[in-house]
């Protein structure tokens, strides 16, 4: 986590402490599941710090309840995971994706070639910041390759929603999800945030090309 926390405090972003999963800040789940419910005071009053905030979240995978008496499938991305969120203004959008790629490149020692990303062409600035961002392999951006509600994200704010695209890294020609950057928007003011979502354990898993989260550093 401290190098992590290194990158972000070199860009200025400001540190919010984590929560206990059962901390019951976020009356619309019973566990904590996202560091965004960490982040709904600062959507609620759609006040975002200048510099953006960042945080390092332990969250449960509440839907993997269904599975829980399913003794021969094993449940490859865990039922914990620690994500690492940002929030940033809208005005920053062009910032934040520069940053997660950077995060990908310099943190998880990625390569460009094997960063992809899947998105809807409906998502008009969303395409525009990824078509000016000169990091990025044009060949590796698939468009409108997923139903449309992948793209679509549940905030559980009324009136908000979220837009999003996913990052996604390739191994031995296996291309997986291991995050998200997603345009928050009001039904009254439109879009006025910008969150990147990752998961630590997410990113490992495929970089090492593992079948269980809990394998890459054997």
């Avoid at 400001?14 to 800040?25: D, K």
């Avoid at 000016?132 to 951006?141: A, E, H, T, Y």
């Avoid at 009324?158 to 890294?169: H, S, V, Y």
């Amino acid at each position: 986590m401290e190098n992590i926390r290194e990158f972000f405090t070199s860009k200025n972003y400001q540190e919010i402490p984590e929560v206990p999963i059962t901390s019951n800040i976020d009356p619309t789940v019973r566990f904590i599941g996202s560091h965004i419910s960490v982040f709904k005071p600062y959507l609620a009053n759609q006040i975002i710090p200048n510099s953006g905030i960042f945080m390092k979240q332990e969250c449960i995978r509440t839907h993997n309840v269904k599975n829980i008496m399913d003794t021969k499938n094993t449940i490859n991305w865990g039922s914990t995971f620690p994500s690492i969120g940002a929030l940033v203004a809208y005005n920053k959008l062009d910032q934040i994706l520069h940053d997660g790629i950077d995060l990908l490149k310099t943190v998880f020692d990625v390569s460009l070639n094997q960063i992809y990303l899947n998105i809807s062409d409906k998502d008009i600035d969303l395409a525009a910041a990824i078509k000016s961002n000169s990091q990025l392999i044009s060949k590796n951006i698939l468009f409108n390759t997923k139903a449309d509600n992948y793209y679509r994200h549940a905030i559980g704010m009324d009136g908000m929603i979220g837009r999003n695209f996913n990052f996604a890294l390739e191994n031995h020609g296996k291309i997986e999800d291991i995050g998200n950057l997603i345009v928050i928007e009001d039904s009254q003011i439109g879009p006025f945030a910008v969150e990147l979502a990752i998961g630590i354990t997410t990113i490992l898993k495929q970089k090492y090309n593992v079948p269980h989260i809990l394998d890459w550093n054997k």
